[in-house]
């Protein structure tokens, strides 16, 4: 993949709010949804980041792809993109072998990876695997998974691989993706943020699906995790047609995943227990001096005041 070892550079800079969000999934609805928050909003393409997974279980993969590159907001690749990029046979996303994952997988990648055209695929293919950013005094780094390894799940209860990550990112705060689940972490005065997806939702007990806003405050920035709301029942009803993937169609209703073997042992405990939203500040006196950045690989942005 010709995007697969990069991290873009752009020059222009992004006006604050961003809006960050996860996993489309194929989920048309949610996408369509999402769009109409960030209208409502007021914030462009331009300012929006997606971590990737633009196709996964549901039910309107080539349709979700092409209405993310209409809508133009800047993606990195997750392992899905890459898999259906190379048209590999199986998702890449990490799950242990003949796990309940793996076996669900079978079928939805399968259903994904016969429903995407070719020129879907060079699109996958052109997707850089990070983005960094230069914002209000701090270096923010948007990947997938794990830094070095794109289908790695990190969840808010592994700090000691939180603080790993954070090390490896030479950024002082992670924007990712793949675990599903949103929270914000806070590891030796830098952070790690996950603002959920919007395919699925963070099994919870709620049909709810997450996206990520961050905001100036003076020189400090606003980092807060959010519910969208959508049309979870057409989406459970297209998933139930197309026949691949019937656990996720329940999960789409009941807001609880088919399986959890990704889960550490607190998130499975958790499971069906209401996610609050969060919010957290990030002081520039926190992080004192920010380590110097190559401008060929940056997304030299700076993000003026709400």
């Not at 633009?54 to 133009?72: F, H, K, S």
């Not at 190379?86 to 079978?106: I, Q, T, V, Y």
């Not at 070095?148 to 002082?172: G, P, W």
Request: glycine share 8%; charged share 20%.
């Amino acid at each position: 993949m010709s995007g697969a070892c990069t991290s873009v550079a752009l020059t222009p800079p992004l006006r604050a709010p961003l809006l960050v969000f996860g996993g489309p999934y194929s989920n048309i609805r949610a996408l369509t949804a999402l769009r109409a928050r960030a209208a409502e909003l007021g914030i462009g393409a331009s300012d929006i980041i997606c971590t990737g997974d633009t196709v996964a279980y549901c039910a309107e993969p080539e349709e979700t792809v092409a209405a993310i590159r209409e809508w133009g907001c800047r993606i990195v690749a997750g392992n899905c993109e890459e898999q259906l990029a190379l048209d590999a046979e199986n998702c890449g996303c990490g799950f242990a072998h003949d796990s309940p994952c793996d076996r669900l997988a079978k079928g939805w990648y399968a259903f994904a990876r016969r429903h995407i055209s070719s020129q879907s695929r060079a699109w996958m293919a052109s997707l850089p695997r990070s983005l960094t950013l230069a914002i209000a005094g701090r270096t923010v780094r948007v990947i997938h998974g794990g830094v070095d390894r794109i289908n790695r799940f990190v969840f808010a209860s592994q700090r000691e691989l939180i603080a790993e990550e954070l090390d490896r990112a030479n950024a002082d705060i992670v924007i990712a993706g793949h675990a599903g689940i949103p929270f914000i972490r806070k590891v030796r005065q830098r952070v790690w943020f996950n603002p959920g997806v919007i395919g699925m939702p963070a099994n919870d007990g709620t049909p709810d699906v997450w996206y990520g806003l961050i905001r100036t405050d003076g020189d400090d920035l606003i980092l807060s995790t959010h519910r969208l709301a959508y049309d979870h029942v057409g989406a459970a009803a297209a998933l139930r047609a197309s026949g691949h993937a019937d656990g996720y169609a329940r999960s789409l209703i009941t807001g609880l995943w088919p399986s959890i073997d990704v889960l550490p042992r607190r998130e499975r405990a958790a499971a069906g227990n209401r996610i609050e939203q969060q919010t957290a500040r990030s002081s520039v006196r926190a992080f004192g001096q920010v380590a110097a950045v190559d401008s060929r690989q940056t997304f030299n942005a700076r993000v003026a005041r709400a």
